[in-house]
Protein backbone atom coordinates (compact mmCIF):
# COMPACT_ATOMS: atom_id res chain seq x y z
CA UNK A 1 0.00 0.00 0.00
CA UNK A 2 1.01 3.09 -1.11
CA UNK A 3 2.57 5.69 1.76
CA UNK A 4 4.43 8.80 0.85
CA UNK A 5 4.85 12.27 2.33
CA UNK A 6 5.37 14.72 -0.38
CA UNK A 7 7.07 18.52 1.01
CA UNK A 8 5.04 21.70 0.25
CA UNK A 9 7.63 23.47 2.49
CA UNK A 10 10.86 23.59 3.92
CA UNK A 11 11.33 26.49 5.43
CA UNK A 12 10.79 28.46 8.97
CA UNK A 13 9.05 31.53 10.22
CA UNK A 14 8.85 33.61 6.86
CA UNK A 15 9.30 32.73 3.49
CA UNK A 16 12.67 33.01 1.89
CA UNK A 17 15.42 31.35 -0.15
CA UNK A 18 12.80 30.26 -2.88
CA UNK A 19 11.50 27.93 0.54
CA UNK A 20 8.09 28.21 1.74
CA UNK A 21 6.44 27.67 5.20
CA UNK A 22 5.93 24.06 6.60
CA UNK A 23 3.25 22.32 5.12
CA UNK A 24 3.31 18.31 4.23
CA UNK A 25 0.69 15.91 2.34
CA UNK A 26 0.63 12.31 3.61
CA UNK A 27 -1.03 9.75 1.36
CA UNK A 28 -1.79 6.54 2.00
CA UNK A 29 -3.82 4.96 -0.65
CA UNK A 30 -6.24 7.30 -1.78
CA UNK A 31 -6.26 9.53 0.73
CA UNK A 32 -4.47 12.48 1.44
CA UNK A 33 -3.94 14.11 4.58
CA UNK A 34 -2.76 18.09 4.67
CA UNK A 35 -0.42 18.49 7.61
CA UNK A 36 0.06 22.01 8.13
CA UNK A 37 -0.60 24.24 5.78
CA UNK A 38 2.20 27.64 5.93
CA UNK A 39 1.01 30.73 3.44
CA UNK A 40 0.47 29.72 -0.20
CA UNK A 41 0.16 25.49 0.70
CA UNK A 42 -2.62 26.01 -1.71
CA UNK A 43 -0.62 27.14 -4.69
CA UNK A 44 2.31 24.49 -3.28
CA UNK A 45 -0.67 22.15 -4.09
CA UNK A 46 -1.65 23.19 -7.29
CA UNK A 47 1.93 23.85 -8.23
CA UNK A 48 2.70 19.92 -7.42
CA UNK A 49 -0.57 18.63 -8.90
CA UNK A 50 -2.58 17.14 -5.43
CA UNK A 51 -5.99 17.61 -5.92
CA UNK A 52 -7.66 19.40 -3.40
CA UNK A 53 -10.76 17.49 -3.46
CA UNK A 54 -7.96 14.38 -2.44
CA UNK A 55 -7.86 16.34 1.22
CA UNK A 56 -10.54 15.72 3.93
CA UNK A 57 -8.42 15.93 6.54
CA UNK A 58 -5.76 18.66 7.57
CA UNK A 59 -3.84 18.40 11.02
CA UNK A 60 -2.41 21.96 12.45
CA UNK A 61 0.35 21.39 14.90
CA UNK A 62 0.19 24.86 16.47
CA UNK A 63 -0.41 28.53 15.89
CA UNK A 64 2.23 30.06 14.65
CA UNK A 65 1.37 31.86 11.09
CA UNK A 66 3.91 29.76 9.58
CA UNK A 67 1.89 26.42 10.10
CA UNK A 68 -1.60 27.68 9.39
CA UNK A 69 -1.69 31.26 7.61
CA UNK A 70 -2.66 28.88 4.33
CA UNK A 71 -5.66 27.67 5.80
CA UNK A 72 -8.47 30.31 4.92
CA UNK A 73 -7.64 30.29 1.57
CA UNK A 74 -7.37 26.72 1.52
CA UNK A 75 -10.88 26.39 3.12
CA UNK A 76 -12.35 29.35 0.33
CA UNK A 77 -10.58 27.79 -2.41
CA UNK A 78 -12.40 24.24 -1.30
CA UNK A 79 -15.44 26.34 -1.45
CA UNK A 80 -15.17 28.12 -4.61
CA UNK A 81 -14.82 24.28 -6.00
CA UNK A 82 -17.90 23.71 -4.77
CA UNK A 83 -16.89 21.30 -2.12
CA UNK A 84 -20.05 19.36 -0.79
CA UNK A 85 -17.85 16.66 1.17
CA UNK A 86 -16.97 17.29 4.88
CA UNK A 87 -13.43 18.87 5.57
CA UNK A 88 -12.23 17.78 9.28
CA UNK A 89 -9.47 20.03 10.75
CA UNK A 90 -7.83 18.60 14.03
CA UNK A 91 -5.70 22.03 15.48
CA UNK A 92 -5.24 23.58 18.88
CA UNK A 93 -8.36 25.18 20.83
CA UNK A 94 -8.03 28.57 18.73
CA UNK A 95 -8.08 27.70 15.69
CA UNK A 96 -11.89 27.20 15.14
CA UNK A 97 -12.25 30.53 16.36
CA UNK A 98 -9.63 31.97 14.31
CA UNK A 99 -11.79 30.34 10.84
CA UNK A 100 -14.81 31.38 12.30
CA UNK A 101 -14.01 35.14 12.65
CA UNK A 102 -12.74 35.44 9.16
CA UNK A 103 -15.65 33.28 7.66
CA UNK A 104 -18.27 35.86 9.97
CA UNK A 105 -16.98 39.06 8.42
CA UNK A 106 -16.28 37.80 4.96
CA UNK A 107 -19.89 36.75 4.90
CA UNK A 108 -18.84 33.33 3.46
CA UNK A 109 -21.43 30.67 3.73
CA UNK A 110 -19.55 27.62 2.66
CA UNK A 111 -20.64 25.03 0.48
CA UNK A 112 -19.73 22.22 2.55
CA UNK A 113 -19.18 21.39 6.62
CA UNK A 114 -16.32 21.35 8.42
CA UNK A 115 -15.60 19.93 11.67
CA UNK A 116 -13.52 20.89 13.81
CA UNK A 117 -11.51 18.35 16.02
CA UNK A 118 -9.04 20.38 18.92
CA UNK A 119 -5.65 18.76 20.04
CA UNK A 120 -4.77 18.36 23.39
CA UNK A 121 -1.05 18.27 24.98
CA UNK A 122 -2.24 15.36 27.14
CA UNK A 123 -0.42 12.03 26.00
CA UNK A 124 -0.74 10.78 22.83
CA UNK A 125 -3.80 10.94 21.81
CA UNK A 126 -5.70 8.76 18.66
CA UNK A 127 -7.68 11.33 16.07
CA UNK A 128 -8.72 9.12 13.19
CA UNK A 129 -8.87 6.02 12.60
CA UNK A 130 -8.61 5.52 8.81
CA UNK A 131 -9.04 2.76 6.37
CA UNK A 132 -5.25 1.87 6.34
CA UNK A 133 -4.10 3.84 9.22
CA UNK A 134 -4.67 5.38 12.62
CA UNK A 135 -3.32 8.71 13.54
CA UNK A 136 -2.36 10.09 16.35
CA UNK A 137 -1.08 13.29 18.05
CA UNK A 138 1.36 13.77 20.42
CA UNK A 139 2.42 16.47 23.00
CA UNK A 140 5.33 18.72 21.39
CA UNK A 141 7.15 21.78 23.69
CA UNK A 142 7.20 24.79 22.01
CA UNK A 143 6.29 28.37 22.62
CA UNK A 144 2.73 27.56 22.61
CA UNK A 145 0.84 24.65 22.84
CA UNK A 146 1.83 22.36 19.96
CA UNK A 147 1.51 18.84 18.99
CA UNK A 148 3.11 16.16 16.88
CA UNK A 149 0.98 13.69 14.74
CA UNK A 150 2.18 10.31 14.09
CA UNK A 151 0.63 8.19 10.98
CA UNK A 152 0.64 4.05 11.86
CA UNK A 153 -0.05 1.91 9.54
CA UNK A 154 -2.50 -0.59 10.77
CA UNK A 155 -1.56 -4.55 10.94
CA UNK A 156 -1.60 -5.93 7.54
CA UNK A 157 -2.86 -8.92 6.49
CA UNK A 158 -0.93 -12.32 5.87
CA UNK A 159 0.83 -12.93 2.87
CA UNK A 160 -1.33 -16.03 1.37
CA UNK A 161 1.62 -18.93 -0.39
CA UNK A 162 -0.26 -19.03 -3.61
CA UNK A 163 0.89 -22.04 -4.81
CA UNK A 164 -0.83 -23.97 -2.15
CA UNK A 165 -3.54 -21.96 -2.25
CA UNK A 166 -4.44 -22.72 -6.27
CA UNK A 167 -3.36 -26.47 -5.68
CA UNK A 168 -5.82 -26.73 -2.58
CA UNK A 169 -8.41 -24.80 -3.57
CA UNK A 170 -9.21 -22.58 -0.86
CA UNK A 171 -12.20 -20.85 -1.13
CA UNK A 172 -12.95 -17.27 0.09
CA UNK A 173 -13.95 -18.02 3.82
CA UNK A 174 -10.99 -19.53 4.41
CA UNK A 175 -8.49 -17.29 2.47
CA UNK A 176 -9.89 -14.33 4.62
CA UNK A 177 -9.48 -16.15 7.79
CA UNK A 178 -6.36 -17.57 6.83
CA UNK A 179 -5.14 -13.86 5.82
CA UNK A 180 -6.38 -12.56 9.47
CA UNK A 181 -4.43 -15.00 11.36
CA UNK A 182 -6.77 -17.68 12.18
CA UNK A 183 -6.50 -21.39 11.03
CA UNK A 184 -9.72 -22.31 9.18
CA UNK A 185 -12.14 -24.34 11.08
CA UNK A 186 -14.48 -26.47 8.63
CA UNK A 187 -18.25 -26.79 9.47
CA UNK A 188 -17.85 -29.88 11.24
CA UNK A 189 -15.74 -28.30 13.89
CA UNK A 190 -12.27 -29.64 12.78
CA UNK A 191 -8.68 -27.44 12.01
CA UNK A 192 -8.55 -27.85 7.73
CA UNK A 193 -5.78 -25.06 6.55
CA UNK A 194 -3.48 -23.84 9.34
CA UNK A 195 -1.80 -20.07 9.12
CA UNK A 196 1.76 -21.28 9.08
CA UNK A 197 0.96 -23.61 6.19
CA UNK A 198 -0.40 -21.66 3.91
CA UNK A 199 0.29 -18.02 4.28
CA UNK A 200 3.91 -16.06 5.74
CA UNK A 201 3.88 -12.69 8.41
CA UNK A 202 3.08 -9.67 6.64
CA UNK A 203 5.87 -6.68 6.83
CA UNK A 204 6.11 -4.83 9.55
CA UNK A 205 3.66 -1.85 9.93
CA UNK A 206 5.35 1.27 8.87
CA UNK A 207 5.19 4.29 11.05
CA UNK A 208 5.77 8.15 9.77
CA UNK A 209 6.23 10.86 12.36
CA UNK A 210 5.92 14.33 12.28
CA UNK A 211 7.66 16.66 14.89
CA UNK A 212 6.87 20.48 13.80
CA UNK A 213 8.33 22.55 15.88
CA UNK A 214 10.08 21.61 19.11
CA UNK A 215 12.98 21.77 21.33
CA UNK A 216 15.17 19.24 22.14
CA UNK A 217 13.15 17.12 24.51
CA UNK A 218 13.49 13.00 24.83
CA UNK A 219 10.24 13.06 26.18
CA UNK A 220 8.75 12.41 22.93
CA UNK A 221 10.70 9.27 22.31
CA UNK A 222 7.94 6.85 22.94
CA UNK A 223 5.87 8.39 20.85
CA UNK A 224 7.95 8.36 17.87
CA UNK A 225 9.48 5.26 18.14
CA UNK A 226 10.55 2.82 15.69
CA UNK A 227 9.49 5.18 13.07
CA UNK A 228 9.77 4.28 9.34
CA UNK A 229 10.74 8.06 8.85
CA UNK A 230 10.46 10.48 11.16
CA UNK A 231 10.25 14.40 10.36
CA UNK A 232 11.73 16.24 13.19
CA UNK A 233 12.36 20.43 12.71
CA UNK A 234 15.72 21.78 11.92
CA UNK A 235 15.83 24.76 12.47
CA UNK A 236 19.53 25.43 13.40
CA UNK A 237 22.93 24.29 12.96
CA UNK A 238 24.72 23.67 16.18
CA UNK A 239 26.81 27.34 16.12
CA UNK A 240 23.14 28.15 16.23
CA UNK A 241 22.37 26.16 19.31
CA UNK A 242 21.68 28.65 22.20
CA UNK A 243 19.06 30.79 19.42
CA UNK A 244 17.88 27.22 19.23
CA UNK A 245 16.92 26.54 22.73
CA UNK A 246 15.92 30.30 23.36
CA UNK A 247 13.38 29.94 20.54
CA UNK A 248 12.47 26.49 21.84
CA UNK A 249 13.30 24.63 18.54
CA UNK A 250 16.06 22.43 17.66
CA UNK A 251 19.47 21.99 15.87
CA UNK A 252 20.09 19.58 13.13
CA UNK A 253 22.58 17.83 15.65
CA UNK A 254 19.75 17.33 18.41
CA UNK A 255 16.86 16.18 15.60
CA UNK A 256 19.67 13.72 14.24
CA UNK A 257 19.99 12.56 18.49
CA UNK A 258 16.08 12.18 18.67
CA UNK A 259 16.12 10.04 15.98
CA UNK A 260 18.85 7.51 16.63
CA UNK A 261 17.39 7.11 20.43
CA UNK A 262 13.98 6.14 18.89
CA UNK A 263 15.63 3.89 16.56
CA UNK A 264 14.06 5.37 13.32
CA UNK A 265 15.06 3.94 9.76
CA UNK A 266 15.45 7.44 8.54
CA UNK A 267 15.16 10.73 9.72
CA UNK A 268 13.49 13.81 7.70
CA UNK A 269 14.83 17.51 8.28
CA UNK A 270 13.32 20.71 7.85
CA UNK A 271 11.89 23.86 8.86
CA UNK A 272 15.49 25.57 8.23
CA UNK A 273 16.23 28.98 9.21
CA UNK A 274 16.45 31.64 6.21
CA UNK A 275 20.04 32.14 7.86
CA UNK A 276 21.36 29.38 5.86
CA UNK A 277 21.78 29.61 2.75
CA UNK A 278 23.90 25.86 1.71
CA UNK A 279 22.19 23.78 3.75
CA UNK A 280 24.41 20.61 3.23
CA UNK A 281 26.52 21.55 6.13
CA UNK A 282 23.48 21.48 8.61
CA UNK A 283 22.62 18.06 7.01
CA UNK A 284 26.40 17.20 7.85
CA UNK A 285 25.73 17.99 11.51
CA UNK A 286 23.04 15.42 11.76
CA UNK A 287 25.04 13.21 9.67
CA UNK A 288 27.87 12.65 12.63
CA UNK A 289 25.08 11.60 14.50
CA UNK A 290 22.44 9.32 12.70
CA UNK A 291 23.87 8.62 9.05
CA UNK A 292 20.49 7.99 7.58
CA UNK A 293 19.34 11.45 7.75
CA UNK A 294 18.07 13.69 4.67
CA UNK A 295 17.08 16.89 3.80
CA UNK A 296 13.24 17.95 2.87
CA UNK A 297 13.08 19.10 -0.14
CA UNK A 298 9.91 21.23 -1.49
CA UNK A 299 7.95 18.79 -4.05
CA UNK A 300 9.50 16.07 -3.39
CA UNK A 301 8.47 12.60 -2.19
CA UNK A 302 9.57 10.49 0.48
CA UNK A 303 8.31 6.93 1.12
CA UNK A 304 8.21 4.64 3.94
CA UNK A 305 9.79 1.73 4.06
CA UNK B 1 8.40 62.99 -8.53
CA UNK B 2 8.63 58.94 -8.91
CA UNK B 3 4.93 58.03 -8.93
CA UNK B 4 4.20 54.18 -10.05
CA UNK B 5 1.96 51.20 -8.97
CA UNK B 6 3.76 47.55 -9.20
CA UNK B 7 1.68 44.32 -9.76
CA UNK B 8 2.01 41.81 -7.17
CA UNK B 9 -1.46 39.94 -8.11
CA UNK B 10 -4.22 40.12 -11.33
CA UNK B 11 -5.88 36.84 -10.10
CA UNK B 12 -9.29 36.67 -9.09
CA UNK B 13 -10.49 34.16 -5.51
CA UNK B 14 -8.21 31.39 -6.02
CA UNK B 15 -4.91 31.47 -7.20
CA UNK B 16 -4.24 29.53 -10.32
CA UNK B 17 -2.68 30.21 -14.15
CA UNK B 18 0.03 31.57 -12.65
CA UNK B 19 -1.62 34.77 -11.64
CA UNK B 20 -1.58 35.56 -7.69
CA UNK B 21 -4.52 37.36 -5.77
CA UNK B 22 -4.84 41.08 -5.56
CA UNK B 23 -2.16 42.96 -4.02
CA UNK B 24 -0.40 46.25 -5.77
CA UNK B 25 2.32 48.41 -4.51
CA UNK B 26 1.90 52.03 -5.03
CA UNK B 27 5.35 54.34 -4.78
CA UNK B 28 5.72 57.83 -4.24
CA UNK B 29 8.81 59.11 -3.64
CA UNK B 30 10.46 57.08 -1.21
CA UNK B 31 7.28 56.28 0.32
CA UNK B 32 5.55 52.74 -0.48
CA UNK B 33 1.81 52.10 -0.16
CA UNK B 34 0.49 48.53 -0.36
CA UNK B 35 -2.95 48.27 -1.83
CA UNK B 36 -5.10 44.92 -1.07
CA UNK B 37 -2.91 41.97 0.17
CA UNK B 38 -4.08 38.64 -1.03
CA UNK B 39 -2.13 35.33 0.15
CA UNK B 40 1.26 35.59 -0.76
CA UNK B 41 1.66 39.13 -0.95
CA UNK B 42 4.62 38.43 0.87
CA UNK B 43 6.66 36.17 -1.06
CA UNK B 44 5.63 38.59 -4.37
CA UNK B 45 7.18 41.51 -2.40
CA UNK B 46 10.47 39.09 -1.89
CA UNK B 47 10.14 38.39 -5.71
CA UNK B 48 9.99 41.95 -6.75
CA UNK B 49 12.19 43.40 -4.37
CA UNK B 50 10.47 45.64 -2.64
CA UNK B 51 11.63 46.20 0.81
CA UNK B 52 9.05 45.84 3.58
CA UNK B 53 10.41 48.31 5.46
CA UNK B 54 9.45 50.70 3.07
CA UNK B 55 5.70 50.07 3.75
CA UNK B 56 4.29 51.97 6.82
CA UNK B 57 0.29 52.11 5.40
CA UNK B 58 -1.15 49.02 4.32
CA UNK B 59 -5.06 49.70 2.59
CA UNK B 60 -7.60 46.83 2.11
CA UNK B 61 -9.86 47.33 0.06
CA UNK B 62 -12.29 44.63 1.72
CA UNK B 63 -12.67 41.17 3.77
CA UNK B 64 -13.10 38.69 0.96
CA UNK B 65 -9.70 36.35 1.60
CA UNK B 66 -8.23 36.75 -2.34
CA UNK B 67 -7.80 40.94 -1.03
CA UNK B 68 -6.48 40.42 2.41
CA UNK B 69 -5.25 36.75 3.20
CA UNK B 70 -1.38 37.59 2.91
CA UNK B 71 -1.95 40.17 6.06
CA UNK B 72 -0.97 38.30 9.15
CA UNK B 73 2.24 37.05 7.33
CA UNK B 74 3.48 40.31 6.68
CA UNK B 75 2.64 41.42 10.08
CA UNK B 76 4.71 38.46 11.09
CA UNK B 77 7.28 38.79 9.04
CA UNK B 78 7.73 42.52 9.89
CA UNK B 79 8.02 41.38 13.28
CA UNK B 80 10.41 39.00 12.94
CA UNK B 81 12.91 41.87 10.80
CA UNK B 82 12.27 43.79 14.45
CA UNK B 83 10.49 46.63 12.61
CA UNK B 84 9.59 49.20 15.20
CA UNK B 85 8.41 51.88 13.64
CA UNK B 86 4.00 52.54 13.33
CA UNK B 87 2.49 50.42 10.79
CA UNK B 88 -1.28 51.80 9.67
CA UNK B 89 -3.73 49.40 8.20
CA UNK B 90 -6.73 51.49 6.33
CA UNK B 91 -9.30 49.06 5.87
CA UNK B 92 -13.20 47.79 6.88
CA UNK B 93 -14.57 47.15 10.18
CA UNK B 94 -13.74 43.43 10.83
CA UNK B 95 -10.22 43.24 9.94
CA UNK B 96 -9.05 44.58 13.26
CA UNK B 97 -10.66 41.66 15.26
CA UNK B 98 -9.36 39.34 12.53
CA UNK B 99 -6.19 40.45 13.37
CA UNK B 100 -6.55 40.57 17.17
CA UNK B 101 -7.83 37.50 17.25
CA UNK B 102 -5.21 35.81 15.50
CA UNK B 103 -2.23 37.77 17.49
CA UNK B 104 -3.75 36.06 20.23
CA UNK B 105 -3.70 32.88 19.35
CA UNK B 106 -0.11 32.86 18.43
CA UNK B 107 0.66 34.74 21.29
CA UNK B 108 2.55 37.33 19.40
CA UNK B 109 3.64 40.28 21.05
CA UNK B 110 4.70 42.84 17.88
CA UNK B 111 7.62 44.83 18.20
CA UNK B 112 5.91 47.52 16.72
CA UNK B 113 2.64 48.80 16.87
CA UNK B 114 -0.35 48.76 14.61
CA UNK B 115 -2.99 51.57 14.14
CA UNK B 116 -5.78 50.82 12.72
CA UNK B 117 -8.05 52.69 11.02
CA UNK B 118 -11.42 52.07 9.84
CA UNK B 119 -12.89 52.67 5.91
CA UNK B 120 -16.26 53.51 5.30
CA UNK B 121 -18.69 53.40 2.79
CA UNK B 122 -20.12 56.89 3.56
CA UNK B 123 -18.70 59.17 0.10
CA UNK B 124 -15.51 60.24 -0.64
CA UNK B 125 -12.56 60.04 2.63
CA UNK B 126 -9.54 61.46 3.44
CA UNK B 127 -7.60 58.61 4.56
CA UNK B 128 -3.97 59.81 4.58
CA UNK B 129 -2.06 63.38 3.72
CA UNK B 130 1.30 62.48 2.99
CA UNK B 131 4.11 64.23 2.11
CA UNK B 132 3.22 64.43 -2.23
CA UNK B 133 -0.50 62.49 -1.73
CA UNK B 134 -3.50 62.81 -0.21
CA UNK B 135 -5.49 59.02 -0.03
CA UNK B 136 -8.89 59.23 -0.11
CA UNK B 137 -11.26 55.68 0.17
CA UNK B 138 -14.22 55.77 -1.72
CA UNK B 139 -17.33 53.44 -2.11
CA UNK B 140 -17.74 50.63 -4.19
CA UNK B 141 -20.85 48.15 -4.76
CA UNK B 142 -19.50 44.25 -3.49
CA UNK B 143 -21.04 41.51 -2.35
CA UNK B 144 -19.73 43.38 1.59
CA UNK B 145 -18.70 46.85 2.35
CA UNK B 146 -15.62 47.43 -0.03
CA UNK B 147 -14.04 50.57 -1.13
CA UNK B 148 -11.62 51.95 -3.84
CA UNK B 149 -9.10 54.12 -3.00
CA UNK B 150 -7.53 57.29 -5.05
CA UNK B 151 -3.66 58.77 -4.57
CA UNK B 152 -4.14 62.64 -5.51
CA UNK B 153 -1.23 64.07 -5.90
CA UNK B 154 -1.15 67.60 -4.10
CA UNK B 155 -0.62 70.68 -6.68
CA UNK B 156 2.88 70.83 -7.69
CA UNK B 157 4.57 74.29 -7.27
CA UNK B 158 5.48 76.40 -9.95
CA UNK B 159 8.29 75.85 -12.35
CA UNK B 160 11.21 78.49 -12.43
CA UNK B 161 11.81 79.92 -15.53
CA UNK B 162 16.03 79.50 -14.84
CA UNK B 163 17.52 82.35 -17.06
CA UNK B 164 15.75 84.73 -15.93
CA UNK B 165 15.73 83.79 -11.86
CA UNK B 166 19.74 83.64 -12.39
CA UNK B 167 20.01 86.81 -14.48
CA UNK B 168 18.12 88.82 -11.73
CA UNK B 169 20.01 86.68 -9.39
CA UNK B 170 16.76 85.92 -7.01
CA UNK B 171 17.11 85.36 -3.27
CA UNK B 172 15.66 82.44 -1.62
CA UNK B 173 12.61 83.80 -0.25
CA UNK B 174 11.54 85.00 -3.63
CA UNK B 175 12.02 82.02 -5.35
CA UNK B 176 9.60 80.49 -2.66
CA UNK B 177 7.17 82.65 -3.06
CA UNK B 178 7.34 82.39 -6.98
CA UNK B 179 6.94 78.25 -6.93
CA UNK B 180 3.88 79.07 -4.55
CA UNK B 181 2.19 81.15 -7.41
CA UNK B 182 2.60 84.48 -5.53
CA UNK B 183 4.18 87.82 -6.59
CA UNK B 184 6.84 88.36 -4.77
CA UNK B 185 6.71 91.74 -2.77
CA UNK B 186 9.66 93.45 -0.79
CA UNK B 187 9.72 94.97 2.13
CA UNK B 188 8.80 98.26 1.01
CA UNK B 189 5.33 96.85 -0.31
CA UNK B 190 6.57 96.79 -4.06
CA UNK B 191 5.66 93.54 -6.47
CA UNK B 192 9.31 93.00 -7.38
CA UNK B 193 9.07 89.93 -9.46
CA UNK B 194 5.63 88.78 -11.16
CA UNK B 195 4.61 84.89 -11.19
CA UNK B 196 3.59 84.75 -14.62
CA UNK B 197 7.18 86.35 -15.55
CA UNK B 198 9.62 84.16 -13.89
CA UNK B 199 7.94 80.80 -13.72
CA UNK B 200 5.18 78.65 -15.66
CA UNK B 201 2.63 76.63 -14.38
CA UNK B 202 2.91 73.01 -12.97
CA UNK B 203 1.56 69.67 -14.80
CA UNK B 204 -1.93 69.18 -13.63
CA UNK B 205 -1.70 66.55 -10.45
CA UNK B 206 -1.88 62.67 -11.42
CA UNK B 207 -4.54 61.00 -9.70
CA UNK B 208 -4.19 56.48 -9.42
CA UNK B 209 -7.38 55.10 -8.22
CA UNK B 210 -7.64 52.03 -7.91
CA UNK B 211 -11.59 49.74 -8.06
CA UNK B 212 -11.15 46.42 -6.59
CA UNK B 213 -14.00 44.66 -6.57
CA UNK B 214 -17.31 46.07 -7.74
CA UNK B 215 -20.08 45.96 -10.68
CA UNK B 216 -20.59 47.67 -12.95
CA UNK B 217 -21.26 51.13 -11.20
CA UNK B 218 -21.34 54.82 -12.44
CA UNK B 219 -21.86 56.22 -9.22
CA UNK B 220 -17.96 55.65 -8.79
CA UNK B 221 -17.45 58.13 -11.54
CA UNK B 222 -17.16 61.40 -9.52
CA UNK B 223 -14.13 59.77 -7.57
CA UNK B 224 -12.46 58.51 -10.13
CA UNK B 225 -12.71 61.33 -12.60
CA UNK B 226 -9.68 62.50 -14.74
CA UNK B 227 -7.44 59.42 -13.43
CA UNK B 228 -4.16 59.59 -15.05
CA UNK B 229 -4.03 55.62 -14.61
CA UNK B 230 -7.52 53.87 -13.45
CA UNK B 231 -7.48 50.27 -12.35
CA UNK B 232 -10.64 48.88 -12.46
CA UNK B 233 -11.10 44.94 -11.82
CA UNK B 234 -12.23 43.08 -15.18
CA UNK B 235 -13.07 39.57 -13.89
CA UNK B 236 -15.06 38.62 -16.52
CA UNK B 237 -15.34 38.78 -20.23
CA UNK B 238 -18.92 39.83 -22.32
CA UNK B 239 -19.64 36.48 -22.94
CA UNK B 240 -19.86 35.84 -18.57
CA UNK B 241 -21.70 39.23 -18.54
CA UNK B 242 -24.43 37.66 -16.53
CA UNK B 243 -21.85 35.40 -14.25
CA UNK B 244 -20.56 39.30 -13.67
CA UNK B 245 -23.51 40.69 -11.80
CA UNK B 246 -24.83 37.39 -10.44
CA UNK B 247 -21.56 38.20 -8.44
CA UNK B 248 -21.03 41.61 -7.86
CA UNK B 249 -17.89 41.92 -10.54
CA UNK B 250 -17.41 43.79 -13.75
CA UNK B 251 -16.66 43.04 -17.42
CA UNK B 252 -13.46 44.36 -18.98
CA UNK B 253 -16.30 46.42 -21.20
CA UNK B 254 -17.67 47.78 -18.10
CA UNK B 255 -14.56 48.58 -16.97
CA UNK B 256 -13.62 50.04 -20.06
CA UNK B 257 -16.78 52.15 -20.17
CA UNK B 258 -16.64 53.08 -17.01
CA UNK B 259 -12.39 54.66 -17.69
CA UNK B 260 -14.20 56.41 -20.74
CA UNK B 261 -16.95 58.43 -18.92
CA UNK B 262 -14.71 59.10 -16.32
CA UNK B 263 -12.14 60.71 -18.33
CA UNK B 264 -9.11 58.32 -17.20
CA UNK B 265 -5.85 58.74 -19.45
CA UNK B 266 -5.55 55.00 -19.06
CA UNK B 267 -7.01 51.76 -17.96
CA UNK B 268 -5.31 48.98 -16.02
CA UNK B 269 -7.27 45.98 -16.17
CA UNK B 270 -6.93 42.99 -13.08
CA UNK B 271 -8.49 40.37 -11.26
CA UNK B 272 -8.96 38.03 -14.12
CA UNK B 273 -11.12 34.79 -13.53
CA UNK B 274 -9.16 31.57 -13.81
CA UNK B 275 -11.67 30.69 -16.18
CA UNK B 276 -9.17 32.39 -19.03
CA UNK B 277 -6.19 31.48 -20.04
CA UNK B 278 -5.79 33.94 -22.99
CA UNK B 279 -6.50 37.57 -21.45
CA UNK B 280 -5.98 38.97 -25.09
CA UNK B 281 -9.73 38.47 -25.86
CA UNK B 282 -10.48 40.12 -22.93
CA UNK B 283 -8.15 43.01 -23.49
CA UNK B 284 -9.79 43.53 -26.88
CA UNK B 285 -12.96 43.77 -25.51
CA UNK B 286 -11.83 46.85 -23.26
CA UNK B 287 -9.58 48.31 -25.62
CA UNK B 288 -13.25 48.38 -28.78
CA UNK B 289 -14.67 50.45 -26.03
CA UNK B 290 -11.03 52.46 -24.52
CA UNK B 291 -8.06 52.53 -26.53
CA UNK B 292 -5.81 53.46 -23.84
CA UNK B 293 -6.60 49.93 -22.34
CA UNK B 294 -3.92 47.72 -20.95
CA UNK B 295 -3.76 44.61 -18.95
CA UNK B 296 -2.01 44.34 -15.51
CA UNK B 297 0.54 41.64 -14.99
CA UNK B 298 2.57 40.99 -12.10
CA UNK B 299 5.92 42.25 -11.65
CA UNK B 300 5.51 45.04 -13.94
CA UNK B 301 5.38 48.81 -13.47
CA UNK B 302 2.98 51.41 -14.61
CA UNK B 303 3.78 55.01 -13.71
CA UNK B 304 1.12 58.45 -14.15
CA UNK B 305 1.75 60.32 -16.90
Not at 16 to 44: K, W, Y
Not at 58 to 68: E, K, N, P, Q, V
Not at 74 to 97: C, K, V
Not at 188 to 194: D, I, K, L, Q, S
Amino acid sequence: MDFRVTILGSGAASPSRGRNQTSQVVTSGNNCFLVDCGEAAQIQLKKYKIKLSRIDHIFISHLHGDHYLGLMGLISTMHLARRERLLTIFGPRGLDEIITVQLKHSHLKLHYPIKFVSTSQDGKRLLLDDKYLNIYSFPLKHRIPCTGFSFEEKPRMRNLIKEKIQSNKLGVDAILSLRNGLDYVNDEGNVTYRVEEYTYPPSLPRKYAFCSDTLYDEDIIPYIRDSSLLYHEATFMNRDEIRAAETCHSTAAQAATIARSAGAKQLLLGHYSSRYVDLYPLLEEAKAIFEPSILSEEGATYWME
